[in-house]
């Protein structure tokens, strides 16, 4: 949502910094009573006098708030008691009861300055960033601010409007092991069909299973701009694979824009990018893709969605291999939940049709199934998530006479992705450590497409 960072861990921090009072001198403090005290509001012989509420610093928040409130018969229609009362509720972290508290202070009496500054605190806390700005920016606006007050709320006003504009980058060094770096059949030798007849043909070492340690690291940048009604995002990252076996390194490149523009009854979202992969040297393949999401709006914890991507396949190495893929989804995707929310889950089924851009590609075009199911579970100091996709792809017409008397292919492949990260506080405020285990294997009817490959990796990560 629009709000969201307000309510993220980073901005939670930084909130403990900027409560107004915390901005005021004692002195200032005092001028800030004051100003609430002469502002001019409704006099209610009924209500008691609430000064001795404005000298309660230090006391326990949760009874003054307790106090307060056995006052509520005899104050309903004092806007400085719900001012008062919203008070103590931001103080206690009530943030939705004050909420309610301060709106009745403002209905009562709009021109009451003091309600509106915990106002726009109380709305900034529940993360609704853009009202927060809007209600401070009002206060700036006014004429009988006491000396001290426009420059912490001008200090609020500028703090705020930097949350709507987020970077930020990500490093990562990890080293690994994989078993079959090069993506080698498994089988040592593969059945040719000539003239009917079937002949075995063993592969050489160069195209087996190579199985390699490895080094990885990738840096990325990530930027958001948030306005009242939408969400801009950009990134890039280039990842590298380094090993002894140099035909397998591999080097990408990936930049992507996001638009997102959610609403109370639902929200969409467009993005596009491209994605550029060198192996062993040289160039292999680039992808310009797009897709458009939309997600109706809803109050339960899981909310379905459906996406529409497209990309356009080109290899550099072999053009006829190029091609136009789409991908139709139906998904579900749950917010937190559980205890303490601290677990999330999506899952999603997928359409493939892929377009063959030469009528001599080998197999044609091809079409079939993805599903996906994808998990993450927030420990107290730790985190774990997990991914799991199978797909089943078939091409539409024979692959190669030379294998299995021109069959179509067939391919089912599935892997299996599970992720640890834990702070790592010794080597920086923002460092992990981190633990990657992959596995992936694919089988066909056709022995040269049946692969396995398995891939662990451990190191570190930083977020600038």
């Not at 069909?193 to 990738?218: A, C, M």
């Amino acid at each position: 949502m629009i709000n969201e960072p307000a309510k993220s861990g980073m901005y939670a921090e930084l909130n403990k910094g900027i409560r107004l009072a915390r901005y005021l001198s004692r002195p200032l403090q005092l001028v800030f009573l004051i100003f609430a005290s002469l502002l001019p509001i409704r006099s209610f012989a009924a209500c008691p006098d609430l000064s001795a509420f404005y000298q309660s610093k230090g006391a326990d928040s949760a009874v003054l708030q307790q106090q307060i409130s056995q006052l509520l018969p005899e104050c309903l229609e004092s806007s400085e008691f719900f001012a008062v009362y919203g008070a103590a509720q931001l103080n206690n972290s009530d943030h939705a009861g004050a909420l309610e508290s301060l709106e009745r202070a403002l209905l009562l009496n709009p021109e009451n300055g003091a309600a509106a500054i915990d106002y726009a605190q109380a709305l900034f806390d529940e993360g609704q960033l853009f009202p927060a700005l809007e209600m401070n920016q009002q206060l700036l606006a006014r004429q009988d601010l006491p000396e001290g007050i426009g420059d912490a709320l001008q200090n609020r006003q500028a703090l705020w409007k930097s949350f709507t504009r987020q970077s930020s980058v990500q490093a990562e060094v990890l080293a690994g092991y994989d078993s079959n770096s090069n993506g080698a059949p498994s089988s040592a030798q593969i059945t040719l069909t000539l003239s009917g007849e079937p002949i075995q043909l063993g592969l050489d070492s160069e195209f087996r299973p190579q199985s390699v340690g490895y080094l990885r690291t990738r840096v990325a940048y990530r930027a958001r701009r948030l306005a009242p009604q939408s969400q801009q995002a950009w990134g890039a990252e280039i990842l590298s694979r380094n090993s002894e076996y140099s035909a397998s390194d591999l080097l990408q490149f990936a930049a992507s824009y996001q638009f997102l523009k959610p609403s109370r009854t639902s929200s969409w979202q467009a993005r596009a990018g491209v994605n550029h992969l060198q192996y062993g040297g040289s160039s292999l393949f680039t992808g310009l893709d797009t897709s458009f999401r939309y997600q109706p709006g809803s109050d339960r914890s899981c909310n379905p969605y459906s996406q529409l991507a497209v990309q356009h396949q080109d290899f550099q190495r072999e053009s006829r291999l190029d091609g136009l893929e789409t991908k139709a989804s139906l998904g579900v995707s749950c917010s937190p939940f559980g205890y303490a929310g601290r677990q999330q889950l999506g899952v999603e089924l997928s359409r493939i049709d892929n377009f063959a851009a030469n009528s001599d590609r080998l197999g044609g075009d091809r079409a079939g199934w993805q599903s996906s199911l994808s998990w993450q579970y927030s420990l107290q100091k730790a985190s774990l998530s997990a991914q799991l996709s199978h797909t089943n792809i078939e091409d539409r017409n024979g692959y190669s006479p030379l294998l299995k008397d021109g069959a179509e292919r067939s391919l089912k492949r599935s892997y299996l992705l599970l992720q640890y990260r834990r702070p790592v506080r010794f080597l920086g405020k923002s460092a992990n450590f981190m633990i990657n285990l992959y596995h992936q294997r694919q089988r066909s009817n056709l022995e040269l497409f049946r692969s396995k490959d398995t891939s662990a990796e451990v190191g570190l990560g930083w977020l600038f």
